[in-house]
């Protein structure tokens, strides 16, 4: 039996070889859908990765506490923002909470000797950078009589630091902000970018009493609060905690809808992260078609390499080989074609991937698990759609098959 396959095996790497143009055109569409099922599913989970290590990147265990019911500023619009006062009580009632960060922002003009740059400035605490997992790169953070005054003080990130201090330590100089200038502190280690794509590192932080006095004009509100969790704890009794809080605060009357919401970032990682495996999901599926148009292709090609060797069946039938011999040679050599065109596949795929996930700069995930998967599907591919070409040749009459021109 060993022997009659390695021998059907010659013969069907003899046939692909006396045909190499057809045989690479045969297969090419086999090459195109285990190339393009690869690329899609490696991709998406590189798009996963990415996604969730920049929402993780965001915070460590980050509510977000808005007003309105709703994510957005339309919802927003009609819900009384937050106070000072808000931030004691969650620090002093809610234990849970390691650090609240109270957070106004605005996206103004920075001007630094001859150079300008814009940006957005966010007031806020030293449990910003607690909240949101920033480090100081050089410099300090903010005092306590900046954070209680509302001192002229700054901290600046690495994209602002290279846009407006090119050449040496920005430490100790001034900055100008909007209409007013204030002493870089600090400046903040580089994150790189966002879940939405946007620069983290574009930023400058300063006490929220200077940005409440100097940009937004509004002593009192605080559109936005950032709130870390202590390690360990599930987020849904976090929540609810938080939300009975701020009923109470803002007298809501029982039956009351909530004018506030509150957003775990890691559910927000998990929706996009299903969200993204769904497309996933569908982009493979709608590649592996061409698989299918590959499968097509080989039958045609299959079918008519029979026509064309009819004599040469007939002879070998006629000479002793039995059905099932004929039929396992054309059987062979079309799941030799799909393998081969499989295999092209894979590495076609493997260098696509490492091309696109550096254009894009997403990780490179290998799977070994979906690059097996589509090799052996590409074999399935050669028996479903060679099958029945072997068949027929494998019943030739011999006497007709001899007389064939």
Excluded at 264 to 291: H, P, Y
Excluded at 332 to 345: C, F, H, R
């Amino acid at each position: 039996m060993i022997q009659m396959l390695l021998n059907a095996l010659l013969l069907a790497l003899r046939a692909i070889r006396r045909n190499l143009m057809r045989s690479f055109l045969t297969v090419l569409g086999v090459v195109i859908g285990v190339a393009a099922v690869i690329t899609m599913v490696t991709l998406g989970n590189g798009a996963t990765r990415m996604v969730s290590d920049q929402i993780s990147s965001l915070g460590s265990n980050l509510l977000i506490l808005r007003p309105g019911q709703q994510l957005g500023p339309r919802d927003a619009a009609g819900a009384p923002n937050f106070k000072l006062s808000d931030v004691e009580a969650l620090e002093t009632q809610i234990p849970s909470l390691k650090a609240v960060a109270p957070m106004v922002s605005s996206r103004v003009m920075l001007v630094a000797g001859n150079q300008n740059w814009q940006s957005q400035v966010i007031g806020s605490s030293n449990a910003y950078l607690t909240a949101g997992n920033w480090n100081i790169a050089s410099g300090r953070e903010f005092d306590e009589s900046e954070e209680t005054a509302g001192k002229s003080s700054c901290i600046i990130g690495e994209t602002v630091r290279k846009q407006l201090f090119p050449r040496g330590s920005p430490l100790g100089d001034g900055l100008r902000v909007k209409n007013f200038s204030c002493e870089i502190i600090g400046v903040l280690k580089a994150k790189g970018q966002g879940a939405l794509g946007q620069d983290q590192d574009d930023v400058v932080l300063m006490p929220i009493r200077t940005a409440q006095r100097r940009l937004t004009g509004n002593l009192t509100d605080v559109p936005t609060l950032m709130l870390s969790m202590r390690d360990g704890l599930a987020a849904e009794p976090v929540m609810e905690q938080i939300r009975r809080l701020m009923r109470e605060r803002r007298k809501l009357p029982d039956g009351a809808d909530d004018d506030f919401n509150v957003m775990d970032t890691r559910q927000i990682a998990e929706t996009l992260s299903g969200t993204i495996r769904t497309l996933t999901g569908l982009l493979g599926a709608v590649a592996a078609v061409s698989l299918l148009v590959g499968g097509i292709g080989i039958m045609n090609i299959m079918l008519v390499s029979v026509t064309e060797r009819t004599r040469e069946i007939g002879i070998r039938l006629a000479i002793g080989a039995l059905e099932h011999e004929v039929l396992l040679q054309f059987l062979i050599e079309a799941v030799v074609l799909s393998a081969l065109g499989g295999l092209v596949g894979v590495v076609l795929a493997f260098f696509v991937c490492l091309a696109l996930t550096a254009l894009m700069a997403m990780p490179f995930l290998f799977n070994p698990g979906i690059n097996l998967l589509a090799f052996v599907f590409s074999g399935a591919i050669g028996i479903v759609f060679g099958y029945m070409p072997a068949r027929r040749a494998a019943g030739l009459d011999p006497i007709v098959a001899l007389r064939f021109e």
